[in-house]
């Protein structure tokens, strides 16, 4: 909807009144408070707000989001695609190219009013049927940036010099249901992410204070570690970003020949999913990004008209079974995609 106010919201932060909008990394050590949307794919937005309060999420509204139905979606990946790109993936494994390759497939399916299309809407409904630690909105239309998120993964906490990343790796339905393979792959990844933050920390800072926790989410469990590091006096959120971009749990390892695979294989740019998605408070020193996964945008530029999109995806080792890699992406979008289907009850559950 293009006459929608610029907004920004997480979790309890609101911010409106609209003052900047710029590509420039620079800007977030600047002064203000600035939402922030990076692209998997490098595309950075980054918007000042002139207004920051504190209110709670409306209740979702009656007809206020309209949203696909669950036959609506199609998938840049179909069954057969993606099995065969797992397949192809533990190929470049046996040839020792790489340890592990997150593989994604990007669901698409046109709005029933594009026009009435609020994803600040939408956030309200998924607050309520898939609450997530780093759950927002991103509002700006002028802009081409309409992001609902509802992720549970940080990938950068900043407290002045201090920075955090919490890496997810590993989902099953259960914790009785992750395997060994689930445990190596977070391992590997923490390893990724210790490296990154050891370009811009300094020497000898870069500690893992939590390794492979069992954390419950809405319909499953995620294994998740803790990495954290203080910055160089030299560094800020420039460094820190260039460092550490694309987030480790969302590419691979080694990341460079990660990304080459995901080039490869996936067939439609992720942009905001997987990317970064969050604020900086430049006059306080503080930020919070998430790792942009469980997230909804809506494309108008496609084609055919506009599109409410989201991507899944899982991570790809030796040990995986083409088979479950695919039950796993289905299992990450399945309630997401009914919440956002507008299938939800007042109790605040969801079908699926």
């Known amino acids: 909807m293009h006459d929608l106010a610029p907004l920004a919201r997480f979790g309890p932060l609101l911010a409106t009144d609209l003052r900047d909008v710029t590509s420039d990394p620079e800007a977030l050590g600047s002064a203000g408070f600035w939402a922030v949307a990076a692209d998997f794919e490098g595309g950075l937005t980054c918007a000042r707000f002139g207004r920051v309060r504190t209110e709670p999420v409306p209740e979702p509204e009656p007809g206020r989001w309209r949203g696909p139905s669950a036959d609506d979606w199609t998938s840049s990946l179909d069954h057969r695609a993606y099995t065969a790109g797992v397949r192809r993936i533990r190929e470049h494994i046996a040839a020792g190219e790489v340890y592990q390759a997150n593989l994604c497939r990007i669901l698409s399916a046109p709005l029933p009013d594009p026009d009435a299309a609020d994803v600040d809407a939408l956030t309200a409904l998924l607050a309520r049927g898939n609450p997530a630690p780093y759950a927002g909105t991103i509002r700006l239309p002028g802009h081409g940036v309409e992001i609902a998120t509802a992720s549970p993964e940080l990938y950068l906490r900043r407290d002045g010099q201090s920075v955090e990343s919490g890496p997810i790796k590993g989902t099953a339905r259960t914790a009785d249901e992750l395997l060994e393979k689930d445990h190596a792959e977070n391992v590997m990844i923490v390893d990724l992410v210790r490296n990154d933050l050891g370009r811009v920390c300094a020497t000898g800072s870069v500690t893992v204070p939590a390794l492979c926790a ?18 160089g006096p030299k560094a800020g959120w420039t460094e820190l970003i260039e460092a550490t971009f694309p987030p480790g749990s969302v590419t691979g390892a080694p990341k460079s020949s990660a990304l080459k695979i995901i080039e490869a294989l ?14 900086v408070d430049a006059d306080r020193g503080t930020g919070r990004l998430a790792v942009g996964i469980r997230t909804f945008w809506i494309d108008r530029t496609a084609p055919a008209g506009p599109l409410l999109r989201f991507g899944t995806g899982a991570g790809i080792t030796w040990g995986s079974d083409p088979e479950r890699e ?5 299992l990450k979008a399945a309630r997401l995609l009914a919440v956002a289907s507008g299938a939800y009850e007042a109790s605040g559950r969801t079908a699926g």
């Open 266 to 279: 996936e067939t439609a740019p992720r942009g905001p999913y997987c990317g970064g998605i969050g604020w």
């Open 326 to 330: 695919w039950d796993e992406t289905e």
């Open 214 to 231: 069992v954390e419950s989410h809405p319909g499953l469990v995620h294994l998740v570690s803790r990495v954290r590091g203080e910055l």
